[in-house]
């Protein structure tokens, strides 16, 4: 063989040798494409947040949509308006009043601890316009 021969000979062994052996960058290697359970170690996952809880009664004519309501601490309840009276709004426990609501307005209040909440539209209490929301852990 000539010496010309054989260096083209080497350097073709070499350039295979070398090929074989190195991972293409395209190609997936075998710990890439294994599960997390298949390698005994698992895969890093963000924490999900936790999206605010909301709630929604509506305050119609002479009537509260629900009446009875249960959610859990930390969760924000807002009543809206959507009869033709005006309405207010007062929990008897006094966490939270408000005036007179027209159509469309809306009153919200999260609820930061845990018990029982009755509430009341004091201009409409003798037509039976009460609700209570219950606060759980």
Not at 19 to 40: F, H, K, L, V, Y
Not at 47 to 52: D, E, F, I, L, M
Not at 59 to 64: A, E, I, Q
Request: with cysteine.
């Amino acid at each position: 063989m000539s010496m010309r021969l054989c260096a083209v000979f080497l350097l073709l062994l070499a350039m295979t040798t070398a090929c074989g052996t190195a991972p293409s960058q395209n190609a997936p290697t075998a710990a890439a494409t294994a599960p997390a359970a298949a390698t005994g170690t698992a895969a890093p996952t963000a924490a999900p947040t936790a999206s605010p809880a909301t709630a929604l009664i509506e305050l119609g004519d002479h009537f509260f949509d629900p009446a009875q309501l249960t959610v859990k601490v930390g969760t924000t309840v807002t009543w809206k308006s959507v009869g033709q009276s005006t309405h207010d709004l007062a929990a008897r426990d006094g966490s939270f009043s408000l005036g007179a609501m027209s159509f469309g307005q809306t009153f919200s209040f999260t609820f930061n601890r845990s018990g029982r909440f009755p509430y009341v539209c004091m201009q409409h209490e003798g037509d039976g316009m009460v609700g209570v929301v219950t606060v759980v852990d």
